[in-house]
């Protein structure tokens, strides 16, 4: 067993079995990767998708807090480009889009894929694009006033996580 400090965790590779016991980069940016397809993964696709990683409490709890950070930039995002486009002027839900070269998904496509070594599946420009739609229609019915206005949003998007790929689930992947 050989272990090192990272970020204040202690990581340990078991060189016979190759699982290690704590998370690295490598495993942030496939995490990231896999916020394309699900915002909201359950502690079950995680092991799936982590094969080379010794879960425990502590492991579980840093990649959920992982999606929870990534969650909360996407929803910041929306909201943010929601709000401008209302400032804009613009009046039609159906005339905000989210294509490959708007300035909404070049923000999330740094964020979550930095080196831009990914191709983003088109289902996530779909479902931004949903998002934005949902904020935009909040905001504009002034829905913000209430303190959890956020929640009925946050309902539609869970129920649009699509499957990761298979090749995701490999230790290898990245």
């Known amino acids: 067993m ?6 204040c ?3 340990c590779l078991n060189l016979n079995v190759n699982i290690q ?29 982590f094969p080379d990683v010794k879960f425990n409490r502590c492991i579980t709890s840093q990649l959920i807090k992982w999606f929870s950070n990534f969650r909360e930039f996407y929803y910041i995002q ?12 613009i009046s039609d839900v ?17 964020h979550y894929n930095k080196a831009n070594d990914f191709h ?5 420009l779909e479902v931004a694009e949903i ?21 009925a949003i946050y309902k539609v998007i869970c129920k649009l996580d699509s499957d990761v790929p298979e090749e995701f689930k490999t230790s290898s992947y990245l």
Not at 2 to 7: E, G, I, L, S, Y
Not at 26 to 44: E, G, Q
């Open 2 to 7: 050989r272990c090192v400090t990272f970020n």
């Open 131 to 151: 998002t934005l739609h949902e904020f935009y229609n909040a905001i504009s019915a002034t829905k913000d006033s209430d303190p959890s206005w956020k929640k």
């Open 78 to 89: 929306m909201e943010k480009f929601a709000r401008q486009a209302i400032v804009d002027g």
């Open 21 to 49: 016991e704590g998370l690295t980069p490598s495993h942030l940016k496939k995490a990231k990767l896999m916020f394309f397809y699900t915002r909201y993964p359950s502690s079950n696709v995680l092991k799936t998708f």
């Open 9 to 11: 965790q202690l990581l």
């Open 120 to 124: 983003v599946p088109d289902r996530f």
């Open 94 to 110: 159906k005339d905000i889009t989210v294509s490959r070269d708007s300035e909404l998904f070049r923000a999330l496509n740094m």
